[in-house]
């Protein structure tokens, strides 16, 4: 007897979209998630590219979606430790680790949060905001359940006593739980590059050298400056720079790839920002602008026409601080001069790379990876099928794509497990 | 004789999330003291399943028949408060929710009694519209569990095949006499350049061989009708008529090239297209005697020059042909201009770098100066401004190869009206959610792959026949489909027919018809999806938006303008 | 001899996307027109690469090939494009000290008097395990005298250092410059006879250990002799050396009461990626060890190099760094190299009382912190 139930590993779009066809299709689910919530990456932007659609306003309701489906089972703050078994029929072990909040009783209410006298450094918002030890990464966060912050918590059983539901449990272990399921789709998606290596760009050295997530969270509404940009002095930013395939298109360090959405992704960032303040001076310094989806050309054009987005072809190859913390960019737009551009705030899309511990699950689902550690196909031009029979993968994770690509592909790996669960099909040519 | 309405209100301390703020004691009294309502409480979370067991206890108790919920948001709990009616055996349509958390206690947490008082407002505007309330039941409809899938190319016979390997039946549908659509015209492919033919062979023998997939070679569509699980689809099959019932239609049509007529000297012997040049390769002619330099435009005709769009592939697709080019003679020059050059993602950057490597040069002009083809006794030479150099730099060339665009088929707008699934600016067919739905049509049912969406490369083209493989498999693996509870409905006696409703509705769920008494608008319940748009935009009020209906709404407002002592 | 194809196969000119990041890192584009990969796309079209001299105007200070992400070896491109080129059609800066250069190179003849340098206070040998190349140190003695530089200093402290630690370095008569100038301004020919002539002596003395002040000859003999010659004796440059003995708790260093800085030279830094040792050792000396705006990888150049062209622009390179270093505070700028202490001392020595600045070589200050001048 085969299993009728999948495993999705990663709740970002791309998991969430095939988690969610797998269920409507009356298939079970187990959505595992390393983190306290779904929603992924998409979670942290402001907006989309190239609609400009707020991403958690059209994300939430899809995490909803998922979450309530009656075929899919959300464990968050889960990671799958060990798998058994082929195509058809795999055991999987999936270590749960304890959120201290009893997850059957917690509504959400926040007022542990507020009682907490802890402050840390929220990775939601890119360390740019102090949360409390007793949190949700962020307000819509699925499933609304408080956890506590064991490694900084006191124990001063402040929130256990305002809990009005009776939900701190801080002596939570960690468990193992055993799911039998036919086929097991990756989409775990990417980890941004922290660029501090890239010296000629001063990340970490100068204060307004940030990168365009911590940029996002900026620009954000319901981010840690109300969606003011404003730098380290408390200035807010008048002129911008974008610098891109920054640790990209690099054998440096061993990333040819291009990322394949930064040049829109940072489109999107000066286009906010002309949005938020009218008069600031917005640049883009790239060397080739890849505007190739549907619609991106257009949206460039509406940035350069009513915007006055300034697309700058040249990589700079320094940036210096001054005193009053503003930044020289050097760059060259033609052989034969050497520009100075000075702005208040510079933001560097850095590559997106694979999701730390990558190796570790590909070892543990006995999948192999290409020589940047993205997951390798069986075919190529068939972007879902690993190297092992009935592990699919969808997403950042098979190798740079932007959202809707994502979530087309978390779709299709949707219907290779479809192809295993409802046909019995484990022919694996295409 | 319509019941005695007798309605409960349920307020949410939600700990000291709305009870810190808003004096909910306070709101329960006043709520006690509204037309109708015959119980009121306050829960320290309603959501806990104490709060929920007191709901079901109430509508016991009083012989409730309209509940009302003042806590948190009906995002994420609407569907918990209207499960519990259910359980207590009430309609799960006549609970009403009221939001005080993140419109009283979060926006004016500064201001306890302006929030009480906002709350009170709120809770009577929802009084006032549970009065109304009707009691609604979600429609099914069965499915009939075979899919269309029009277009035999990479991305259709992908979705074709991945539907009969879920177990469906597939008709797959191909206007011309063979499957394989523009993979039969290339020689080899990106970036492994394995045969293309070689390729599609494997790809069409799985098809072929398959028992659930049904061809239907040199055929095109006449016609479609129906909905969503109960399509009929209409064939001219080799000159005869056949009738295909289905539950989905998958369209995949594809794609074709521009053709660049009076643009950079094009003659299609001298100045040709990267596809006439793909097939001057597959004739094996890949040497190209006598040939000394080959110049490569990129972008001929597209961004701004005759359409607006990035056409995806044509940067690849010219390094591909230059590096075959150079590998097989390494004496001829091959340039490549281009504006940006896009060679996106993993594997085409470093393809990029293998053409450089080869020996493949690039120049890189401004689009506001485009290359110049300048043709002069017999000779040609390709005048390109290299933008970094700032100097022109003239390119004798014996070949010159326009990379062109891909654009519509002709033939797309005449499908998109049959099936009322619409193109977009760019004469593409326009997707359901440019972010969030890239291979669904907002019209239940009905979804779409590969080029026909936008130019893409035989990996995304797959990738997407597959995601529209799934989308479209799930109707059919369910058996039926639902529709909403909350949908639109037409008063035949008012509607005059003047068909407004059915150009807006962008669900294609409006229909003007012919009936006894003349043209009268028609909603088909499955395809509905409650939006209102046909409702709001009805000039003799003839549509009713249930749930929403004119009635609910004005008691709702009257109640929130009108002061009670006017109204007292 | 090679073609230029083959010089842009060879350092993968081919790679060349034209970005423009090289030429807005270089310290010469910064004030003049220069552009590496301008002349990179100009040969990969087929162009003349040189309608002016602006090859020989590069530094080759590692900077443009340090921060290209696509892995072009731009300084390499212009060796190549320059051995290319007629000889002596570089414009030379010291146009007479080259020649004098030159002129030393060969020995075969008459024998030269090379270790006139070495005091009665200081112990060598002639066979042993441990050789130090002095390099051309005592011939800048004598033309750069009016600068105020002393470099027969630094080869007097480095072999007082090695006395100190119990050690009796072979110095050879027979040394012949390393090549490196003219392995830069394109004469590979002289450059390997110079080589072989090196590794033969070298061979002769036993020994096992190479060490070096000199970054330029450190780099010729770790990157450019393995390219044509075999040997088997370690080389190392003096502070990677006294690095490793300062972790083996060997050296006693005295403190000086300043805040000092470190100038990396583009051989040992960008070239040779030796960047920690210098600092580790300068930190156990200076009281405040500060760096400047530019360093390590991203230093800045002292202006020229391989006596090839010094122009206004060197002179802007090197006000540029000196600015560098009275910003960071520092009274003392200790450099690796001799020709950069060479160089800004001429800088300074034009404009007296301008700079707050000592420049001190980096085995002079070891020598001193070890009481051993």
Known sequence: MKDRAVLVIGGGVAGMQAAFDLAEAGIKVCLVERTLSIGGRMAQLDKTFPTNDCAICILAPKMM?????????????????????????????????????????????????RVCPMGILNKFDMDLRVRSGAYIPFMQAVPLIYALDRDKCMRCGLCEAVCGKDAIRYDQKPEIVERNVSAIIVAIGFDPLDPSGLTEYGYGRYDNVITALEFERLICAAGPTGGHVIRKDGKEVKRIAWIQCVGARDTRDNRPYCCSVCCMHATKEAILTKEHYPEAATFVLYTDLRCFGKGFQEYVNRAEDDYEVKYIRGKPGEIREKENKNLEIFYSPSSDRVEKLEVDMVVLSTALIPSEGVEALAEILGTELDKYKFFKLKDSYNPTETTRAGIFVAGYCQAPRDIPECIAHGSATASRAMEVVLGGSYDRRA | MTEELRIGVFICHCGINIGGVVDVPAVVEYASTLENVVHAERNLYTCSSDGLESIKSAINEYE?????????TPRTHEPLFRATCEEAGLNRYLFEFVNIRDQCSWVHMHELEKATEKAKDLVRMGVAKAALLEPLEELTSEVTPSAVVIGAGISGMTAALSIAKNGFHVHLIEKKREMGGMLRRLYKLYPTEELAAEFLEQRIKAVEEHERVELHLSASIKAVEGYVG????????????????????????????????????????KVITQLQLEEKLKRGDSKLDGIENVVMIQCAGARGEVVGYCSKICCMNAIKNAKLIKEANPDINVFIAHNELQAYGEEYELYYRDAKKAGVRFLRFPLERRPKVIKSEGKLVVDVFHERLQMNIPLEAD???????????????????????????????????????????????????GTAQ???????????GYAAASRATIPLAKGYVSSEAIISSVDEAICVGCGICESVCPYGAVEVVETEEGRRAKVTGVKCKGCGTCGSSCIKRAIKMHHFTDEQLIAQERTALVTEEVVS | MEKISDIINRTKAFYCVDCGKCTSACPLSRFGDYSPDGLVERALLGLPVQPDLRIWSCLTCNRCKEVCTYGVEYPEFIRGIRSLEEKEKGVCAHGELYSLMKLFTFTHEREQKRLNWVSEDLKVSNKGDILYF????????????????DTVEIARSTVKILNKLGISPVVMNNEVCCGHDLFWNGDLETFKKLAAINIQNIKDTGAKKVIFSCPEGYRTFKLDYPEFFDFDFEVVHISEFLSEKIEEGKIELRKIDEKVTYHDSCRLGRHLGVYDAPRRVISEIAKEFVEMESNRENSLCCGTSGWTNCDGFSEEIRKERLKECTDAGAKIMVTSC??????????????????????????VLVARAMGVV
Not at chain 2, 241 to 251: F, N, P, Q, R, Y
């Open chain 3, 134 to 149: 002095t390099g051309c140190l005592p011939y800048f003695d004598i033309v750069f005298r009016d600068l105020g530089v």
């Open chain 2, 454 to 464: 936008g130019p893409k490369d035989i990996e995304e083209s797959i990738s997407q």
């Open chain 2, 230 to 269: 109960k399509f009929k689809v209409i064939l001219d099959e080799n000159g005869a008529e056949k009738s295909i019932d289905t539950g989905v239609i998958i369209v995949a049509t594809g794609a074709k090239e521009f053709e660049p007529e009076g643009l950079y000297e094009y003659d299609g012997e």
């Open chain 2, 64 to 72: 409730l028949n309209r509940v009302v919920v003042a806590s948190c």
């Open chain 2, 399 to 449: 070949l010159v190869v326009l990379s062109v665009p891909l654009v519509q088929n002709p033939d797309a707008e005449k499908l998109s009206k049959m099936l009322k699934v619409p193109l977009g600016q760019d004469k593409f067919f326009f997707e359901a959610h440019v972010k969030l739905r890239p291979v669904d049509f907002a019209t239940d049912g009905i979804f779409l792959c």
């Open chain 1, 65 to 113: 979606d998922c979450y309530r489906h009656e075929n899919i089972e959300v464990l968050t703050l889960s990671e799958v430790t060990a798998i058994e078994g082929e195509i058809g029929s795999f055991k999987v072990k999936i270590r749960r680790k304890p959120r201290f909040v009893d997850e059957a009783k917690c509504n959400g209410c926040g007022d542990c949060a």
């Open chain 3, 338 to 363: 001799p020709k950069c202490l060479i160089h800004f001392k001429c800088h300074m020595s034009n404009r007296k009382g301008e700079y707050d600045i000592e420049i001190v070589p980096f085995e």
